[in-house]
């Protein structure tokens, strides 16, 4: 098993920045991949952002592309999100997800974290 905890969520104004960090632990060997996904009030989880643990390959979604960063420290067991340009829709809970196998980008990753809520005030 893999476990996951993220950190580094809280409030920040329209165009800031945020940095989030989710710690693995457990049989990280085993991991393919890591994801961050997010969900807004009312709506459905999302996929944000995907890397692989092992290789340069890094996917975006369209809504944050040219303002998210992931990133990893494989010595560590870490993955970051770095997020800058915050906007008021950036608001949700944010999920740090690993992956056994590929693809890197999926949906039904086999760890999720219990989320970090971000939320960008105008």
């Known amino acids: 098993q893999v476990q996951l905890v993220e950190s580094g969520g809280g409030l920040v104004q329209a165009g800031g920045s945020l940095r989030l960090t989710c710690a693995a632990s457990?049989?990280?060997?085993?991991?393919?991949?890591m994801g961050w996904f997010r969900q807004a009030p009312g709506k459905e989880r999302e996929f944000v952002s995907a890397i692989s643990w092992r290789g340069s390959s890094r996917y975006y979604a369209d809504s944050v592309k040219g303002r998210f960063t992931i990133s990893r420290d494989n010595t560590k067991g870490t993955v970051f999100l770095q997020m800058s340009s915050l906007k008021t829709e950036d608001t949700a809970v944010y999920y740090c997800?690993?992956?056994?196998?590929?693809?890197?980008?999926?949906?039904?990753?086999?760890?999720w974290g219990q989320g970090t809520q971000v939320t960008v005030s105008s």
């Open positions: 457990g049989r990280t060997d085993s991991i393919y991949a």
């Open positions: 997800a690993s992956r056994g196998s590929k693809p890197v980008v999926a949906t039904d990753y086999d760890y």
